[in-house]
């Protein structure tokens, strides 16, 4: 099964309508086939821009819980990866959560990303993998 990696800006549209890309961000997720698949600092992060509007905040932990967000493990073996790609990309910066996206790509070997932070992906390399299939 195909899988897409999701970063914090779709989610964020996805649940809150009063975003501007929601409705764009709607169509693409019911249109993926595939698994969506996320890592916990990007859901923090999810979290965090919700704020204090927490039937937001339920909405999207309910997908996780309902099985329409995966998300993947990290574990110790995934930090100096991840450390390392913060360093690399220090002059971005990159943070924690976009570091732990391309780890678990190049772990994974996924290419795929929905993410509203274009910019960035499309600097990200995937070491052999080479560069992100960036969605929308």
Known sequence: MAKTLVDAGPLVALINAGEP?????????????????TVWPVLTEALYLLGSWSRGQEALLEMVEDGALEVAPLDRDDVPRIRALMKKYSDQPMDVADAALVRVAERDHLTRILTLDRRDFSIYRLGRLGKFDIVP
Do not use: D, K, N
């Open 21 to 37: 890309r929601h409705a764009e961000c709607v169509r693409i997720i019911r249109a993926e086939s595939g698994l969506l698949l």
